[in-house]
């Protein structure tokens, strides 16, 4: 009789974010096995024990307990949300410095265990944590993924299904960039069921052009505008991780607007940044270009920029 596959999920950081995309896998049942890694030991094996206590009303078996980075060597997929939070009035660039430093000894734990499988980065600034992970780690680029822009083009879709009422599952559309203040709508590719926003808009009383700018404005802005209400945000993020690991563990070859690292694709290269892309059990398995227009390009360059600029003083000393 063969022996069944069974996929590990190594989560690194039990924090808002971490123990949100814990629960959320829990309850989705979408890997056999999970593992809690925190360097607060007490907190995460107590996630383990209360998310444990939840598995007679899971939709399936899912084996979770606290361990170390040593249990890293047989994860298929390890998840880092470890880090310094977002602070209210700090930008996610402003944490670059702190994090890339915690990011240098977690990665070398994991490493250090055997570990061959895919990274999923949440922390941020995460496009550039997503570059740190790759350098620090050694492994091809495909099997390093950020959460990119999966979350700003979530919040997209569902403010734009929302203005037009309509489902936001048939709202298709894209947010690109630096996952933060240089982000980019792709107005030039958003539809909603095979029909543009521009000829969508004319069906709509009382539209005014100056609605979809300030409804990506709110896009743009909404973790300040959460942090300002909440101290931190991580449902929405913690879907979005767990909507990756889906297409990771069950090969689905989904696009995705992910961190992913560019090499020539848009005129770009050496840089981790989001994008859509193809993701399935081997990581990314391709980019997907799209053909923006002028002022979108333009944009697009100006985010690499600021992300490059930000990174060049922090990556000189490794």
């Known amino acids: 009789?063969?022996?069944?596959?069974?996929?590990?999920?190594?989560?690194?950081?039990?924090?808002?974010?971490?123990?949100?995309?814990?629960?959320?896998?829990?309850?989705?049942?979408?890997?056999?096995?999970?593992?809690?890694?925190?360097?607060?030991?007490?907190?995460?094996e107590g996630d383990a024990m209360d998310l444990n206590h939840g598995l007679p009303f899971s939709p399936s078996r899912t084996k979770i307990w606290f361990g170390s980075y040593e249990d890293c060597g047989a994860a298929d997929l390890v998840v880092i949300t470890a880090g310094a939070n977002q602070k209210p009035g700090e930008t996610r660039l402003d944490l670059v410095e702190k994090n890339t430093k915690i990011f240098k000894g977690?990665?070398?734990?994991?490493?250090?265990?055997?570990?061959?499988?895919?990274?999923?980065?949440?922390t941020n600034p995460v496009d550039i944590l997503t570059y740190a992970v790759w350098k620090f780690s050694g492994l091809p680029k495909e099997r390093v993924i950020g959460s990119g822009t999966i979350l700003d083009t979530a919040r997209f879709r569902f403010l734009l299904g929302d203005y037009f009422d309509v489902?936001?599952?048939?709202?298709?559309?894209?947010?690109?960039?630096?996952?933060?203040?240089?982000?980019?709508?792709?107005?030039?590719?958003?539809?909603?069921?095979?029909?543009?926003?521009?000829?969508?808009?004319?069906?709509?009383?009382?539209f005014k052009r100056?609605?979809?700018?300030?409804?990506?404005?709110?896009?743009?802005?909404?973790?300040?505008?959460?942090?300002?209400?909440?101290?931190?945000?991580?449902?929405?993020?913690?879907?979005?991780?767990?909507?990756?690991?889906?297409?990771?563990?069950?090969?689905?070859?989904?696009?995705?607007?992910?961190?992913?690292?560019?090499?020539?694709?848009?005129?770009?290269?050496?840089?981790?940044?989001?994008?859509?892309?193809?993701?399935?059990?081997?990581?990314?398995r391709q980019v997907v270009e799209l053909n923006l227009n002028e002022e979108e390009q333009a944009k697009f360059e100006n985010s690499v920029n600021v992300l490059k600029l930000t990174m060049e003083p922090v990556f000189k000393n490794y």
């Open 167 to 206: 489902d936001t599952r048939n709202v298709h559309a894209y947010i690109i960039g630096e996952h933060g203040d240089t982000e980019l709508p792709v107005w030039s590719h958003a539809d909603i069921a095979g029909t543009s926003i521009s000829d969508w808009s004319k069906n709509k009383p009382g």
């Open 1 to 44: 009789m063969l022996n069944r596959r069974v996929n590990r999920v190594a989560l690194i950081g039990t924090g808002f974010v971490g123990s949100s995309y814990a629960f959320a896998l829990l309850n989705q049942g979408i890997t056999e096995e999970l593992v809690l890694i925190d360097l607060n030991k007490e907190k995460a």
């Open 210 to 284: 100056t609605d979809l700018d300030q409804l990506f404005l709110n896009v743009r802005d909404a973790a300040y505008h959460i942090i300002e209400r909440k101290g931190a945000t991580y449902y929405g993020i913690a879907m979005g991780l767990v909507r990756l690991t889906k297409a990771i563990l069950r090969d689905e070859n989904s696009v995705l607007t992910v961190s992913a690292y560019l090499d020539g694709e848009y005129g770009q290269s050496d840089i981790f940044i989001g994008v859509p892309a193809v993701v399935n059990r081997t990581g990314v």
């Open 106 to 122: 977690i990665v070398g734990e994991i490493m250090g265990s055997g570990f061959d499988g895919i990274f999923l980065v949440a």
